[in-house]
């Protein structure tokens, strides 16, 4: 079992330690050998899925391409613990298990993305920014993972890995797609990817999408928009060189523009409209020796962005040195080492004013060791982590979890893990004034914000055998002194004279809680039914009220059949429970999507569905939601591969 991935990866851990490139790797007489993808962002270390901790789910190139995502909250919407939070402007940002939007990391091939989702309210921009033509695999734990990245993985770690090409490959994809009985809506997409072997020792990866989309307007308001226009491209390129077998060599280069506009209505400054412009570049090295490993990881992330219409501009920088190292040891154990360094900026003008300038330190080291007992049927993972924080006390993430099999198709699973966040350069600036462009409302900081910490708990098993796959998870997070906004003064006022004003503040005690079951039966290569089912307890341990935007139940279903040859067709449902929104119990709704493709060659194939079959609306649920989702929406593509 577990021992067993030594003697067959040999070599493999610098090409797949959260990396892009795989086709270094050359058996006998310079034949490529061909490298299984491992889970690596659970540990942090080449492990297979079945020793994985609870809570971790993969979403395949296959699941991506079922669907006309265009962002990354579009191919996350399926897995079990995670529902979207629906923002204004027609954006979508995910919560794991409860918890909010910025205590998820995201990762590109293990390395950080900028946290704007908490630095620049209602943002999707995380979401937005990686090429999906690029897209390999997603790997997403649930739970906190601070005992390995630190803070801001809070509630999780959603790392998106990219495609490896063992030969040359490109692919050309473009998809068109637009919504009934609204004005506008229509989108469009380009994309391209293109990677391989250059070289004996050296290999590249690139890859483009470039969207746009028309504003839709609100069907109740015609003199508004609901989701808003955008017009964007993004890339992925990166340069792998192998100098010998053992030491690997990585230069990459992450960017996107993305440019916003809405009309909020009907007067001549009622509109918005946002440009983003996004970087990572940097330099990663690798080494697999006999008995050992590391990586160190040196990069650079940058967001500016511009709110047009206010004249306010934000910079967030962050400069990142991450090293950690790996060793097998006594036969049956893993001990891996780490630590690292990072310096976060954020700045915001005003009109040539400068409203922000903060900046802080974060630095951190972590151990953990892998044990594999009682003949490889017990996993056993102990670690922690201590972070400094150059305005907080250090933070310690303690994590032990186990993995026990009671047959070969049946696993038991427990975790117990700590993790924290400390506040955002926002929050906690006694200088921050600010919000939504709403002249009745603003938002203060609060430099006397505590970080906010959990203490997570899971409890699972898994059954694998032949067709089946059968999971049951219970969860629960305590969290302290979770971050909120009170308001503290004109409350209930709507007058630009006098605004509300909300104060970030410290929630003492919340917890979510819940169980997440999954069911899936694939016979064969032509039939395939899977569902899955979450509920979900938010509260507010102090007053007893439910947290908001947290539905209580979630339900998703894929039934994918061949029905004629090289021709799919699939069905997706989901159901969103009951939500707390404004004091008020928003009703759940239900979303039914159809698609299906068709493979004409080997390298071209073509496919079309429909989105929201129903049309449904959200002010026909219920008239608590504040915001609306796109009607049915009609789309094709396009896949030419060679």
């Known amino acids: 079992m577990g021992r067993q991935r030594h003697t067959w990866l040999g070599g493999s851990l610098a090409c797949l330690l959260m990396g892009p490139v795989a086709w270094a790797d050359m058996g006998e007489a310079g034949e490529p050998r061909t490298l299984s993808p491992l889970v690596v962002t659970a540990t942090r270390t080449e492990i297979r899925r079945e020793e994985a901790p609870t809570g971790y789910s993969e979403i395949s190139r296959e699941d991506i391409q079922r669907t006309p995502a265009a962002t990354l909250a579009d191919m996350l919407r399926d897995v079990p613990g995670i529902s979207l939070e629906e923002e204004r402007d027609g954006r979508s940002l995910i919560s794991v ?79 068109y797609g637009w919504v009934e009985r609204q004005s506008g809506g229509s989108e469009r997409v380009a994309s391209l990817f293109t990677g391989g072997p250059i070289g004996e020792r050296v290999g590249a990866t690139f890859g483009l999408d470039v969207y746009d989309r028309s504003p839709a307007r609100d069907r109740q308001d015609p003199e508004m928009d609901h989701r808003e226009g955008r017009d964007a491209f993004t890339g992925y390129g990166s340069l792998d060189f192998r100098p010998n077998e053992a030491s690997r060599w990585e230069l990459f280069l992450n960017v996107s523009d993305d440019e916003r506009d809405t009309i909020t209505g009907p007067g001549p400054d009622d509109w918005r409209e946002l440009d983003l412009q996004r970087y990572s570049v940097g330099i990663r090295h690798d080494y697999q020796g006999d008995t050992w490993s590391s990586r160190v990881d040196l990069y650079r992330s940058r967001s500016d962005s511009e709110e047009v219409q206010i004249s306010r501009e934000e910079v967030h920088t962050d400069d990142v040195l991450d090293i950690s190292a790996s060793r097998d040891w006594g036969g049956h154990h893993t001990l891996t080492l780490a630590g690292d360094v990072r310096f976060e900026s954020f700045q915001r003008e005003r009109a040539g004013v400068q409203e922000l300038d903060e900046s802080v330190r974060h630095r951190g080291a972590l151990v953990q060791n892998r044990s594999y007992l009682l003949d490889d049927r017990l996993i056993l993972t102990l670690g922690t982590r201590l972070d400094d924080h150059s305005r907080y006390d250090s933070q310690l993430s303690p994590r032990v979890g186990g993995v026990y099999a009671l047959t070969d198709s049946t696993r038991l699973k427990a975790d117990y893990a700590r993790g924290f966040a400390a506040p955002d350069l926002r929050r ?215």
């Not at 790997?139 to 959603?158: H, K, M, Q």
Request: glycine share 8%; charged share 25%.
């Open 97 to 175: 298990r409860g918890l909010n939007p910025e205590h998820t990391l995201i990762l590109l091939n293990g390395r950080r993305l900028n946290v704007t989702d908490e630095l620049i309210g209602h943002s999707d921009f995380r979401m937005a920014q990686i090429p999906v033509a690029a897209i390999e695999r997603i790997e997403v734990v649930r739970g906190p993972t601070s005992s390995l990245y630190g803070a801001d993985a809070l509630g999780g770690v959603i790392n998106v890995i990219t495609r490896t090409p063992e030969e040359w490959t490109t692919t050309l994809g473009t998809r």
């Open 428 to 642: 906690s600036s006694p200088d921050f004034i600010g919000g939504p462009p709403m002249p009745w409302l603003e938002f203060v900081g609060n430099p006397d914000l505590e970080p906010e910490r959990t203490d997570s708990y899971a409890l699972g098993i898994e059954h694998d055998a032949g067709p089946w796959h059968a999971s049951a998870t219970l969860f629960r997070n305590d969290v302290k002194d979770l971050i909120d906004a009170a308001c503290i003064a004109n409350c209930g006022s709507r007058s630009p004279m006098a605004p509300e004003i909300h104060e970030y503040s410290n929630v003492e005690r919340a917890r979510t809680q819940g169980v997440e079951l999954e069911l899936g039966w694939q016979p064969g290569e032509t039939w395939r039914l899977r569902g899955n089912y979450t509920y979900l307890e938010a509260r507010d341990r102090q007053t007893d009220q439910r947290l908001e935007r947290r539905p209580r139940q979630r339900f998703n279903l894929l039934a994918e059949a061949e029905l004629w040859q090289d021709g799919r067709l699939n069905l997706r449902g989901e159901y969103i429970g009951d939500q707390r929104i404004n004091d008020e119990n928003a009703s759940g709704y239900t979303l039914w999507h159809v698609g299906v493709s068709q493979r004409l060659t080997p390298q071209l194939s073509l496919r079309a569905g429909v989105e929201n079959l129903t049309d449904r609306q959200l002010h026909e649920v219920d008239d608590a939601y504040g915001h609306e989702i796109r009607g049915r929406f009609y789309h094709v593509a396009a896949n030419w591969e060679f």
